[in-house]
């Protein structure tokens, strides 16, 4: 059944749910066996095994289908508003939503490795050496897909005094320097870091460190991808807003009515 407050899925929203929910089950199912292996087998699967998994055909079958299950939770999420977030107005806005769903999903990954290797340090006295180095790594996606969103909810920190003087075609004309900025900040971005994130992926350069994940050969690309679709947000926004009338801001503006009355409604409860 179709949800009401579907913002773009429509029709696939339940089919999605369910893709979420088996790929999720098949992932958890996954985990649980080679969990249980590091009992019974004799050549238990690691998180070194985990980027090395030559031989281990259950290794491939385990991250693919948590890819899956965080790709279909993300494109699940995506499909509902948040009580304080814009509605999407174009084909880009439903990307920068469903990168920015995939980033809080990072953030509690980030946070479940943490929890896992300060229990394993101080309670049972064997930390890890991927722990850092996982939440490292995720962080790094974590940051630029916040950048993404950022931008799509325009919530990236502006200073209004003198916009907020200009008349509404003066404010578009900043408006259009603004993006050209953020353009021609891309275009150098990429002029002097293609290469070298090209070198790193095809050699797949690790980090250097015992558990060796391959950061720089992901997060530099990563870099150059998102700041992309960061331009392409930009661009997407300007012509989103260019006929909207002119807006200006106050100090009451930093002022989350929602949060307020949420806060009002625990406090009554």
Request: glycine share 8%; net charge negative; proline share 7%.
């Amino acid at each position: 059944m179709q949800r009401q407050d579907s913002l773009w899925l429509g029709p696939l929203g339940p089919p999605v749910k369910w893709a979420m929910i088996v790929s999720g089950a098949a992932a958890a199912a996954m985990a649980l066996w080679l969990i249980a292996g590091q009992v019974w087998r004799a050549d238990p699967v690691g998180m070194f095994e985990m980027l090395r998994p030559e031989g281990r055909p259950e290794v491939p079958l385990m991250l693919g289908s948590l890819a899956a299950a965080m790709l279909f939770a993300a494109l699940h999420l995506s499909d509902r508003k948040g009580a304080i977030e814009r509605p999407p107005t174009g084909p880009m806005d439903i990307v920068a939503l469903v990168m920015s769903r995939l980033a809080m999903i990072g953030i509690v990954c980030v946070v479940a490795a943490m929890i896992y290797e300060v229990a394993a340090r101080y309670v049972f006295e064997k930390p890890t050496l991927w722990a850092n180095e996982l939440s490292l790594w995720i962080a790094g996606f974590v940051f630029l897909l916040a950048g993404l969103y950022a931008m799509q909810q325009r919530s990236h920190i502006r200073i209004y005094v003198i916009y907020d003087l200009l008349p509404r075609p003066l404010q578009k004309a900043a408006d259009v320097v603004s993006v050209g900025l953020i353009w021609g900040f891309f275009l150098c971005l990429l002029w002097g870091g293609y290469g070298e994130a090209v070198t790193k992926f095809a050699r797949m350069e690790t980090f250097g460190t015992a558990w060796d994940p391959p950061l720089p050969a992901t997060i530099k690309p990563a870099i150059l991808i998102v700041i992309g679709l960061v331009a392409l947000q930009a661009l997407s926004n300007l012509i989103a807003d260019w006929n909207r009338p002119p807006e200006y801001h106050s100090a009451l503006d930093d002022i989350d009515e929602t949060e307020i009355a949420n806060i009002r409604r625990t406090l009554e409860d």
